[in-house]
C-alpha cells in the first residue's frame, strides 16, 4: 500500500456528522471572555467626549476600529440575554456615529487610513437588526445617516487600486447587506464587480492575488492570512445573500487549498506569505479570523467545523496577563506593557459572525488534511506543505517580489526554500519564522523592540560587505518529489543581502520529511568567497523545553515526556547552543521566544562544497 498521499483535492468524508455543535460550544465561550476585556476598557463617563468609546491601554488612545466590538456585543445579547451587553453596544454605536466624517468615512485612528470603514460599517449592519427595537428616535434616524454615508463612500471610491484586496472583498459583502437594509443599484452593482474582480484576481490555484505592493491600478502578492481571515469570507457572505453561483464555486475551490493551512494544532500558517509580517501563530495580528469562512462553508465539509474549533483552541494560548489576547502564545515573555486591543475586538467578532452564520455545525471531530499522512505542493507558490507520521512543516520558495524591494514591507519575509513553520506530534511548534528584519512598516500595529535576529531556520554569513542569507532568495530553483521513504522538497539559490545581491555563496537545501525524522542536507558552495558560513537553527522555547549539548555533534531537546536528538554529519563543521543568541532569538509576530542552534560551516579550501547533514529524530 501506498504510505504517501499527494492530495490533489479534499479529503473524502467518512465520518458522519452529528447534531453536535462544536463551533458554537466553543466560540460562545470564547467570545464573550473577549467581550468582557474589550467592556472593561469602555469609557464609562458620561461628561466625556469619548463616552461609549473603547481605549486602548497598549497605544493608549482610541482605536476608531475598535467600535467594531459593536456587533459581538450585541450578539452576545441576543444569545444570552444580558442587558448590559446591549447598553454597552448601543454606547459604543453611538460613539462610533459621532467620529464618522464628512464624506462618509471613519478614520482608522490614529492614522488616517480609510478603507476599514467597511469594516465598521459592516458591523453596525450586522448589529442593527439587534439593537434597533432599542434605540431612541434620534438615534435611529442617526445611525440609518451614517450608515447610508458609508455605503455611499465605498461604492465610490472602493477597488484594488484604493486598498489592498482583503478591503474589496469586504465590500462585497459589506454592500450586500447594505442593499437588504438600504436598496440602492450602485450598492448592489459596485458589490458585484468587486466579488467579480476579486475571482478573476484568484491563481489557477485560487490563491487571491491582492495584497501587496501596487502596480498601477491593482496590486498583486497572496497572503494566507488575509485571505483566510478576511478577503474569502467576505465573498462567502456576498455570495450567500446575493445567490452569485460563480463566485460560491470559486470559495469553495478556493478553501479546499488554503485548509491545507491549518495545522493539527490549530495555527493558521501565514508564515510565508506577503503580509507574514503580522502573523501570530493564531492568524494575523489585525485581520478578524478564518471562523467565518470556516462556517459559511461548513455545509460543504465538516473538516471546516474542525479547523474552526482547533484555531480557537489557538487562541486561548495567547491571552495576556492584562486579559487581552496578544500577538502569539509568548508575549507575556517577550512584552512588559499590555498588547494593543486590535487582536482581542477583531477577534471578537470573528467568532460572533461564525455564530451567527454557521451553515452547518458539527462534531469537530472531521480530520483535517494535515491530520494524516499527506503532502500538497502549489506550484502557483512554490509552497510546500508537508505531513509525515510524527512532522508537518511549510517549505516555501514564494518568489513574490515588490518593486519597492527591500523598501517594502512584503520583502522580508522567509523564502529561499527555508522551514517557515514546523510541528511536531505531541510537541506544538518546533520552528516557526519572523521578519529577517524587523520594522515597524505601520507605527501603529507594529511597536518599537530592540535589535531582533530571525526566528526562521536559514543559512546565512557576514561579511565586510554586509549581511546574506537564504532567506532574501526569491529566484531560488525549487522542486518536490516523494521517495520510498519520506518527501523531499530541494532548493537551490545564492545567499543575497536584502537588495537580492549576491554575494559568491551558494547553497543546495534539501528537507526530507520521515515519519521519525526530519533529515535536513546542505551544501554550501563557496564560490567566491572565504567567508565562514552559519546554519542557524531557532527551536521555540514553549513551556518545558530544555536543550542539552551532548556533544560538538548532538543536541538532545526535550519537553516533557518527548525527546527529539538533534545530529550533525559533516567533516568540517562545528555545532552548537547559541545561549548568547537567544537573548535576541524572539519576536512579537509572532510573540515567540526560540533558542538558536548554530551550525559554522568554514570554507574547505580544496572541493570548497561542504555537505552538512542535520537530522531531527524522534528518540521518545
Known amino acids: 500500500m ?4 499527494c492530495v490533489g483535492a479534499m479529503i473524502s468524508l467518512v465520518l458522519p456528522l452529528s447534531a453536535q455543535q462544536a463551533l458554537k460550544e466553543a466560540a460562545k465561550p470564547l467570545m464573550m471572555r473577549l467581550n468582557e476585556q474589550v467592556v472593561r476598557c469602555q469609557n464609562n463617563d458620561k461628561g466625556s467626549a469619548d463616552y461609549g ?3 486602548c491601554p497598549g497605544c493608549e488612545l482610541y482605536h476608531t476600529r475598535a467600535a467594531e466590538a459593536l456587533f459581538p456585543l450585541a450578539y452576545e445579547y441576543e444569545i444570552t440575554g444580558n442587558k448590559a451587553r446591549l447598553e ?3 454606547r459604543l454605536g453611538n460613539w462610533l456615529v459621532a467620529q464618522q466624517q464628512s464624506n462618509g468615512a471613519w478614520l482608522e485612528t490614529p492614522e488616517t487610513w480609510t478603507g476599514t470603514s467597511t469594516d465598521q460599517l459592516l ?4 448589529a442593527w437588526p439587534i439593537v434597533s427595537p432599542y434605540l431612541s428616535s434620534a438615534e435611529r434616524t442617526q445611525w440609518s445617516a451614517a450608515m447610508e454615508r458609508a455605503g455611499d463612500y465605498l461604492a465610490e471610491v472602493m477597488d484594488n487600486g484604493f486598498a489592498s484586496i482583503n478591503y474589496c472583498a469586504t465590500t462585497t459583502a459589506t454592500l450586500a447587506h447594505m442593499n437588504q437594509f438600504l436598496p440602492k443599484a450602485a450598492y448592489a452593482d459596485k458589490a458585484r464587480e468587486l466579488a467579480r474582480m476579486i475571482v478573476a484576481k484568484m491563481n489557477p490555484e485560487y490563491f487571491i492575488e491582492g495584497e501587496g505592493s501596487r502596480e498601477g491600478k491593482y496590486k498583486y502578492g497572496v497572503d494566507l492570512g488575509y485571505n483566510m481571515e478576511m478577503s474569502l469570507w467576505g465573498l462567502a457572505e456576498y455570495a450567500r445573500l446575493t445567490g452569485d453561483t460563480l463566485v460560491t464555486r470559486a470559495v469553495e ?3 479546499e487549498n488554503h485548509l491545507w493551512f491549518i495545522y493539527p494544532n ?9 503580509r507574514s509580517n503580522k502573523w501570530t501563530t493564531y492568524g494575523s495580528g489585525t485581520s478578524d479570523g478564518c471562523h467565518p469562512l470556516l462556517a459559511l462553508m461548513s455545509d460543504r465539509n465538516g473538516a471546516y467545523i474542525t479547523a474552526a474549533v482547533r484555531n480557537m483552541q489557538q487562541l486561548e494560548k495567547s491571552f495576556t496577563r492584562s486579559g487581552l489576547l496578544g500577538s502569539g502564545p509568548h508575549y507575556d515573555r517577550v512584552r512588559e506593557v499590555p498588547p494593543c486591543i486590535y487582536p482581542t475586538f477583531t477577534k471578537a467578532k470573528s467568532l460572533a459572525m461564525a455564530q451567527n452564520w454557521v451553515a452547518e455545525d458539527g462534531t469537530g471531530k472531521v480530520p483535517l488534511p494535515t491530520d494524516v499522512k499527506g503532502w500538497r505542493y502549489f506550484p502557483s507558490l512554490q509552497v510546500a506543505v508537508v505531513r509525515s ?3 508537518c512543516g511549510t517549505v516555501t520558495a514564494y518568489n513574490y517580489k515588490a518593486k519597492e524591494g527591500s523598501r517594502s514591507k512584503y520583502m522580508h519575509r522567509p523564502a529561499g526554500g527555508s522551514l517557515s513553520a514546523l510541528w511536531v506530534d505531541g510537541w506544538d511548534l518546533l520552528q516557526a519564522s519572523s521578519q529577517t528584519e524587523y520594522h515597524r512598516w505601520e507605527p501603529m500595529s507594529f511597536p518599537e523592540l530592540p535589535a531582533t535576529t530571525p526566528l526562521t531556520p536559514r543559512i546565512e554569513v557576514t561579511m565586510d560587505k554586509g549581511y546574506y542569507t537564504n532567506l532574501y532568495e526569491y529566484d531560488v530553483t525549487f522542486s518536490v518529489k516523494e521517495q520510498e521513504t519520506g518527501v523531499e522538497c530541494v532548493a537551490y539559490g545564492q545567499l543575497k543581502n536584502r537588495d537580492q545581491r549576491p554575494c559568491g555563496v551558494g547553497y543546495t537545501l534539501e528537507h526530507r520529511f ?6 535536513k542536507r546542505f551544501v554550501i558552495a563557496h564560490q567566491t568567497v572565504d567567508d565562514t558560513v552559519r546554519i542557524v537553527e531557532p527551536i521555540v522555547l514553549n513551556e518545558g523545553v530544555e536543550l542539552l549539548q551532548v556533544d560538538d555533534r548532538t543536541i538532545r531537546i526535550s519537553s516533557g515526556g518527548r525527546v527529539i536528538r538533534l545530529t550533525m554529519e559533516s567533516s568540517g563543521a562545528r555545532l552548537r547552543i547559541d545561549r548568547e543568541g537567544a537573548k535576541t532569538c524572539w519576536n512579537v509576530y509572532p510573540a515567540l521566544q526560540a533558542m538558536p542552534i548554530v551550525v559554522e560551516v568554514p570554507c574547505a579550501s580544496e572541493i570548497r562544497r561542504t555537505p552538512v547533514m542535520l537530522t531531527y529524530r524522534i528518540e521518545a
Open 389 to 391: 507520521g510524527n512532522f
Open 514 to 519: 520521515e515519519d521519525d525524522c526530519l533529515v
Open 88 to 90: 454597552q453596544a448601543i
Open 2 to 5: 501506498k504510505k504517501w498521499l
Open 53 to 55: 468609546g473603547i481605549w
Open 123 to 126: 458591523m453596525m449592519l450586522l
Open 253 to 255: 475551490r478556493a478553501l
Open 266 to 274: 490549530g495555527v493558521l500558517d501565514a508564515s510565508w506569505a506577503i
